[in-house]
């Protein structure tokens, strides 16, 4: 059974840092894409970040300066890590995993996990 579980996310203040953390277990995913969504309240579900199993990263405009993206060499474990955040990037963050980075970028991931929640105070 595949399962993808986040942790990392907490409340801080504007200007600070976090960094998620999602480790992707249930199977082989050495040729597949992992990425980042977020939904804040009241708002749809939004692509974050996205890297291909051979390591082609895409970012939204928002995240982009600001956000990296990394997973480890054994492809299961995926990292955002979020600088300079703003009570705009407030929300629940969700890893996914697809076999492309369009997939991921669509939202048309295969798995999704439960979501970690950032919250961001000015």
């Known amino acids: 059974q595949v399962q993808l579980a986040e942790s990392g996310g907490g409340s801080v203040q504007v200007g600070e840092s976090l960094r998620l953390s999602c480790v992707a277990s249930g199977r082989d995913f050495s040729r597949w894409g992992m990425g980042w969504f977020r939904q804040a309240p009241g708002k749809a579900r939004e692509f974050v970040a996205g890297?291909?199993?051979?390591?082609?990263?895409q970012y939204a405009d928002f995240a982009k300066g600001r956000f990296t993206i990394s997973k480890n060499g054994g492809h299961n474990t995926v990292f955002l890590q979020m600088n300079a955040l703003t009570p705009e990037d407030t929300a629940v963050y969700y890893c996914?995993?697809?076999?492309?980075?369009?997939?991921?970028?669509?939202?048309?991931?295969?798995?999704w996990g439960q979501g970690t929640q950032v919250t961001v105070s000015s």
């Open positions: 890297v291909s199993w051979h390591d082609i990263v």
């Open positions: 996914t995993v697809a076999q492309t980075l369009a997939e991921i970028k669509g939202g048309t991931g295969d798995h």
